[in-house]
């Protein structure tokens, strides 16, 4: 997947401190908006930020065990696959491979 | 909509006297009045014979005379005295309401009195509390009680609204948001990272240079806003948790529908620096006022689009999560509500 402006590869998005289970951490990587979030069990994951009903940052919503609702009009997607499953947006969101390496957050774009 | 099992503020203290006080709530008609020994008593405003409004009346030995015919009615509600009439009949009473006094405020309980419970009245101590200097008023404005709720949770507002007192363009686009909810109450908070004070800021806390500014906004519903706002100069952890070295104050706030759309709107200003100094207390009172009145008048203005035209479409934007979550809670309790009322007895 390459997002405009940018180079298809392995980027370091934040330190891995950032993301903590229960909330979403949203950044901005060239014109795409990313939610990293990190599941009770440990793993991290990213997806797309940006709802698919109308504008709101999915990653400023309510996580809920692996999904989270979104902050304006409750969609929920899933934070390991983007799938959503409405209600609103019908339409799923990007989900971004992650690792963590030396305490930084990396996903492929 | 109305939401009945709650507290309200009915009135200021300083309101409610030996005099009758006519006051609307929920679109009920209510009489304030006092007792002797300085009890509040609430009433409905409407005397069972010919439906006077008792508030016309005045009040004899802690009972509520009507002006019309003379009947009175203790704080209970009960009819003690029918002129010219030996026997009263037991039936004739007027419906009290529970009443509680606190943070110089008269509250009102609107819905099933056996669940009056005075440890229900949310938190306001900075209203009393020594520390704290705290200021008030009670604007009535002409709209939906709903509409105030909403412009307290989304402060982005003050950019455009309040650009000579308590906004600055930094209110709107370098703030740090983050809401959280629980059942009845909504928690947003943001940060506004080294950016100028606004101008109420500058003129109360007398900053060097740019400041870290918070706002943290508290709904409980089904209509309490507190705010505790603040800044401290930049670079001294405020975002760490350090809040001292700066200035901060609470916003209070308790919206009580009056009618579906007018409202009573009790609100403070309280500060805990220099809490003693009337003019500190004044003048934090005053920008926030000034404030205030611009709200209303947007209120006023948007109540009277709504009504033009009840079914237009209203579209939502990132800024209005925290109000949109409000709204889901109070549907929510309004529903719960509404389900309780039609359960036959
Ligand atoms: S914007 Fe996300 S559900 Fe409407
Ligand atoms: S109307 Fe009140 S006494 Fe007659
Ligand atoms: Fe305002």
């Known amino acids: 997947m390459t997002e405009q402006g940018l180079q298809s590869g392995w980027v370091v998005v934040c330190d891995s401190a950032k993301v903590t289970p229960g909330e979403g951490f949203g950044i901005a990587l060239g014109d795409a908006r990313v939610g990293i979030y990190r599941l009770d069990d440990g793993s991290l994951h990213a997806i797309g930020d940006i709802c698919t009903h109308e504008f709101a940052l999915l990653s400023d919503g309510f996580v809920d065990g692996d999904q989270v609702e979104c902050p304006l009009h409750a969609a929920l997607f899933d934070i390991r696959t983007g799938k959503c499953h409405g209600p609103m947006a019908f339409v799923d969101v990007p989900a971004y491979p992650t690792r963590e390496q030396d305490g930084k957050v990396l996903i492929f774009v | 909509m109305f939401l009945y099992n709650h507290w309200y503020v009915a009135a200021w203290s300083t309101e409610v006297s030996g005099q009758p006080l006519a006051r609307t709530l929920l679109n009920e008609p209510v009489v304030l009045y006092r007792t002797a020994d300085g009890q509040p008593v609430a009433m409905e405003d409407r005397c069972p014979h010919r439906r006077a409004p008792l508030s016309l009346g005045k009040v004899v030995n802690d009972r509520l005379q009507c002006h019309y015919h003379g009947l009175q009615f203790a704080p209970g509600g009960a009819c003690v005295r029918i002129p010219g009439q030996e026997r009263i009949p037991a039936s004739v009473s007027v419906r009290t309401y529970p009443v509680a006094e606190r943070y110089r405020w008269v509250w009102i309980w609107m819905g099933n009195p056996d669940e009056a419970d005075p440890d229900l009245i949310p938190d306001y101590r900075w209203m009393t509390d020594d520390q704290w200097g705290a200021k008030g008023d009670r604007y009535h404005v002409k709209a939906n009680w709903q509409l105030i709720v909403d412009n307290l949770l989304d402060l982005t507002h003050l950019a455009f609204v309040h650009e000579t007192t308590i906004g600055n363009a930094a209110v709107a686009e370098s703030a740090d948001v983050k809401v959280t909810r629980g059942p009845a ?13 606004p101008p109420t800021y500058a003129k109360v806390g007398n900053f060097p240079g740019p400041v870290d500014r918070w706002q ?23 975002p760490q948790g350090n809040l ?17 759309s007018t409202t009573h709107y009790f609100w403070a200003q309280a500060h805990n620096f220099d809490p003693h100094n009337q003019a500190v207390t004044d003048l934090a009172f005053e920008q926030v006022s000034t404030a205030f009145r611009e709200d209303v008048v947007v209120f006023e203005a948007q109540q009277r689009v709504i009504a033009h035209c009840p079914d237009s479409k209203e579209i939502d934007i990132n800024s209005d999560a925290g109000g949109i979550q409000a709204r889901r809670i109070l549907a929510r309790m309004h529903d719960a509500e509404t389900a309780r009322q039609s359960v036959p007895a």
């Open chain 2, 185 to 197: 109450n909504v928690l947003v908070t943001r940060w506004i990272i080294d950016q100028p004070p």
């Open chain 2, 216 to 238: 943290f906004i508290d709904f409980t519903a089904p209509s309490f806003l507190r705010l505790h706002v603040g800044a401290t100069p930049t670079g001294t952890g405020g």
């Open chain 2, 244 to 260: 001292e070295g700066g200035i901060q104050m609470r916003n209070l706030n308790c919206i009580t529908p009056e009618t579906e």
